[in-house]
């Protein structure tokens, strides 16, 4: 195996190989697995920045060798010419990285590929089953491959946003696996694009390569209203997900059946719980939500939402400023209104209804105010999306000291 291009560099003492950075082209001798007939054989892999290249070893004819002037020769031709023959890798199949996406298990089923994966382009193409002798092998091949269709992915989204407006600009977007609602599906997980763009969430069956794909996503969330959880690791004794994760874990979750989960819960209690294939990908998801969460309050600074206690109809006002207002909604007239640092606790039925506990600044008595709201969880995430945004615009530290992920990615 051979590498073109300078060496990446080694990670630092103390930290998982994950930090490591690629090298955008590199050469390897790996296998290509039939599942069917379970057979396999050697291929040459060739990455380059744009696309993945598997080469075939074939013969092929490269002229004629001259016999030796010992040997007797026909009077029409002075010197007899025998043809030469050499083993050379050819290329015989293509696959474009630009929204290509990985899959490391078998379709249709939870079955992990060892030391294997799969890269399937926009257009369907796929790679084949691309299997390494070594898990390490797996690994950086793994690596390398995401770290190019990232990159590609950054510039489409450059593209993307030098027609948008600015406060309409893609912050991430990639491929990931969302998890089937119901036990009675064969397949529990299935490939979904996502995107963080404006003021939404977005979830695609296939990524949006035109601006008129951008209104036919299967979902769209408001980001204010959505909440972002970043699942427990779940670990095995095999090196090709140790190499991928710090094992500074305890507590084991295998709830998921998948390594690298998050869940995205919406309003009226919706949930998607989605997987990704490599960890550095989860703390860059995790980032990437808090940075379009917090953009997204700055922009709006405020929301309302209609909701109600004993049969009247109320205002209730999220601001980034003001903290909390509730007013009627017929005449204005503002009943209460409590900055942010003055809420101590909240509790609620699950429902519609809340209670939000706030410390009076005068008497330093707890006062509840208790509402009544038709989708309780989408405001309760509002509630929480504008409380980080003001912390973290105090302190900037703060989304990394509540970034589970990078916690468990980056700590030594």
């Known amino acids: 195996m051979s590498t073109e291009g300078p060496p990446p560099p080694a990670a630092p003492r103390g930290r998982p190989g994950c930090l490591m950075v690629p090298a955008r082209t590199k050469t390897a001798i790996a296998l290509l697995y039939d599942e069917e007939s379970e057979n396999a054989y050697d291929i040459r892999l060739k990455?380059?920045?744009?696309?993945?290249?598997?080469?075939?070893?074939?013969?092929?004819?490269?002229?004629?060798?001259?016999?030796?002037?010992?040997?007797?020769?026909?009077p029409s031709s002075p010197i007899a010419k025998d043809p030469r023959y050499e083993k050379r890798w050819l290329d015989t199949l293509s696959v474009p990285l630009s929204m290509a996406r990985i899959s490391r298990y078998k379709a249709g089923t939870e079955k992990l590929r060892w030391n294997a994966f799969e890269v399937l382009a926009l257009d369907?193409?796929?790679?084949?089953?691309?299997?390494?002798?070594?898990?390490?092998?797996?690994?950086?091949?793994?690596?390398?491959?995401?770290?190019?269709?990232?990159?590609?992915?950054?510039?489409?989204?450059?593209?993307?946003?030098?027609?948008?407006s600015p406060s309409d600009q893609v912050v991430h977007m990639g491929w990931v696996n969302e998890k089937l609602q119901g036990a009675d599906s064969s397949q529990t997980f299935r490939p979904k694009f996502l995107a963080l763009k404006g003021p939404s969430?977005?979830?695609?069956?296939?990524?949006?390569?035109?601006?008129?794909?951008?209104?036919?996503?299967?979902?769209?969330?408001?980001?204010?209203?959505?909440?972002?959880?970043?699942?427990?690791?779940?670990?095995?004794?095999?090196?090709?997900?140790?190499?991928?994760?710090?094992?500074?874990?305890?507590?084991?979750?295998?709830?998921?059946?998948?390594?690298?989960?998050f869940s995205v819960v919406a309003g009226y209690g919706k949930s998607h719980v989605f997987n990704v294939e490599l960890g550095s990908e989860l703390a860059v998801w995790e980032k990437s939500f808090q940075r379009a969460t917090f953009l997204e309050v700055q922009r709006t600074r405020s929301r309302t939402y209609m909701c109600s206690w004993q049969g009247e109809m109320l205002c209730f006002t999220v601001d980034f400023a003001l903290g909390f207002t509730c007013f009627e909604s017929k005449t204005k007239n503002v009943l209460w209104?409590?900055?942010?640092?003055?809420?101590?606790?909240?509790?609620?039925?699950?429902?519609?209804?809340?209670?939000?506990?706030?410390?009076?600044?005068?008497?330093?008595?707890?006062?509840?105010?208790?509402?009544?709201?038709?989708?309780?969880?989408?405001?309760?995430?509002?509630?929480?999306?504008?409380?980080?945004?003001?912390?973290?615009?105090?302190?900037?530290?703060?989304?990394?000291?509540?970034?589970?992920?990078?916690?468990?990615?980056?700590?030594?």
């Not at 640092?341 to 609620?348: A, E, H, I, R, T």
Request: charge should be neutral.
């Open 337 to 412: 209104r409590f900055k942010f640092s003055q809420l101590k606790g909240s509790s609620d039925d699950g429902k519609t209804r809340v209670k939000l506990l706030f410390q009076n600044l005068d008497t330093k008595q707890i006062e509840t105010k208790e509402l009544e709201f038709q989708d309780l969880t989408a405001v309760l995430h509002c509630i929480h999306s504008f409380i980080a945004a003001k912390v973290a615009s105090v302190d900037p530290g703060f989304m990394d000291s509540q970034s589970l992920a990078r916690k468990y990615m980056y700590s030594s």
């Open 47 to 74: 990455l380059t920045k744009e696309v993945l290249t598997i080469q075939k070893q074939d013969v092929v004819c490269v002229g004629r060798s001259h016999q030796s002037r010992n040997a007797p020769s026909s």
């Open 201 to 261: 969430f977005y979830v695609f069956s296939t990524p949006p390569v035109s601006t008129f794909d951008w209104v036919r996503a299967e979902r769209t969330y408001h980001l204010c209203e959505v909440l972002f959880k970043v699942h427990k690791f779940w670990l095995t004794e095999d090196c090709w997900l140790q190499a991928n994760l710090y094992l500074g874990l305890q507590d084991f979750d295998f709830e998921d059946q998948r390594p690298y989960c």
């Open 124 to 164: 369907g193409v796929s790679s084949g089953i691309l299997r390494f002798y070594t898990a390490q092998d797996g690994t950086d091949w793994l690596r390398a491959v995401s770290a190019n269709i990232r990159e590609l992915t950054l510039q489409n989204m450059k593209m993307v946003n030098k027609c948008c």
